[in-house]
């Protein structure tokens, strides 16, 4: 078998593995479902309020919801990728990281087609290693930049974003945390944003920690369940600060992916309501518990 | 397209998934950009950079003040070195204060020239603070 062949059979099933097949087509369904409720979501961002990227919102919510009945799905999916592809050129370079993972995605459901046998091992490998380069990349970044060791970041997120300070309020000292929250807006000499308290650094080094080792226990065939559970567990907990849950919910579709058994078919009833609760508290500016940033 | 064609499209995009982040790290620290965005998978690497922008005449080296002029060309330039300034924290050094220094030299025809230097603040590795990092100055020669 030649390398690059060998390479991508890492992330493919076990012999005894079931419920992939049947996984890969609720993914494309939740994806459409997920590209649809984004672009619903986008429809009343200021900062989108141009025409042109109006137009496309409204078509990649049509061609989405179009896509979640079976028989038009793969070409929504091709439709959607070029339509994505159009709102990345129009939103460059301000677009989040997390539209171009969808479109990531959407480009594989594009090009394979998980009712052909020959194709749906390449989609669901395809996928795998997606997730894993993700992960691991996000974890190395954050090393490389260097601003998780004394939990620099983290703490400037406690000191100037609420959503975070919520999270972080059980995990740093009081004091510290006053201290942090009293820091003011940033400007020249702000800070210190490093934190007196064993516990918060744990919890920020942990961080870049578990992203590049879930990369790697991801792609190993008798972890990969134990990782994508625990991963999933960890997205959970960073969207509890971050409540970015828009990009949570394509996350956890990710990695249902790994785990043996149909959870991506048995999930998405949950995730259909998920988008309609978000759509509807959207409509009626409600609901601020569910708070979220696209 | 044939499995093959298809399988090698597949490869090929990985392989590039798998190189571009190492090549997003040099790139965005060469021209000193915002590592959040350019699909490098290094959001919530670093907290957000302030950039700092201030005219000064090239005649005097004394500070364009603001004082003189109404509210919407006050507005003006406050617009135009906000929009700079938000360009400028996600693009980096790609960025250059061109469109502010023309508002600037056509509020104030008696400037010969103007500098406009502009200070990125950001939060230090070592100190946890928020230090002037890094300073470019600008400058502009009115045409004649």
Known sequence: ???????????????????????????????????????????????YDAWLHQLLLH???????????????????????????AQIAITMPFTANHVFLELLCLGLLALLDESKQDEDELLLVAIRWLSAVFFFYTGLQKVLWGRYFDGQLLGY??????????????????????????????????????????????????????????????????????????????????????????????MINLLLLFVPGQWNKKLFGAFVVFYLYLCLANRMAAVPIFSYSL | MTIETKRRIVWLGLVVLALWPP???????????????????AMYCVPPRVINTSPF???????????????????????????????????????????????????????MGVEITVERVAVDRASATFVPERMDRYQYRRER
């Open chain 1, 1 to 47: 078998m030649p390398l690059p062949q060998r390479i991508l059979a890492i992330a493919g099933p076990r012999e005894n593995e079931t419920g992939w097949a049947a996984n890969l087509f609720w993914f494309r369904l939740f994806v459409l479902l997920h590209m649809a409720g984004r672009s619903f979501l986008s429809v009343r961002v200021p900062e």
């Open chain 1, 59 to 85: 078509a990649l919510v049509v061609v989405g919801l179009a896509g979640l009945v079976p028989r038009l799905s793969l070409w929504a999916s091709r439709l959607a990728a070029l339509l994505v592809v």
């Open chain 1, 157 to 250: 997120l406690t000191a100037t974003e609420d959503r975070f300070a919520w999270f972080f309020q059980h995990v740093i000292p009081t004091v510290e945390f006053e201290r942090l929250r009293a820091i003011g807006p940033p400007r020249a000499g702000a800070g210190p944003y490093r934190v007196d308290s064993l516990l918060f650094l744990a919890v920020s080094n942990s961080v870049y920690v578990f992203e590049m080792l879930a990369g790697v226990l991801l792609l190993v065939a008798r972890t990969r369940w134990m990782a994508a559970i625990a991963a999933i567990g960890f997205v959970i907990m960073v969207e509890l600060g971050a409540r970015e849950i828009i990009f949570g919910a394509l």
């Open chain 2, 23 to 41: 090549l997003h790290h040099a790139i965005f620290r060469r021209f000193d950009l915002s590592p959040w965005k350019g699909f490098g998978w």
């Open chain 2, 57 to 111: 005449s090239l005649d005097d080296r004394a500070p364009v003040s603001t004082a003189r002029l109404n509210d919407p060309q006050r507005r003006a330039i406050y617009d135009a070195a906000g929009e700079f300034g938000r360009r400028r924290a996600e693009f980096g050094t790609l960025v250059k204060p061109d469109e502010l220094a023309e508002v600037i030299l056509e509020l104030y025809p008696q400037l």
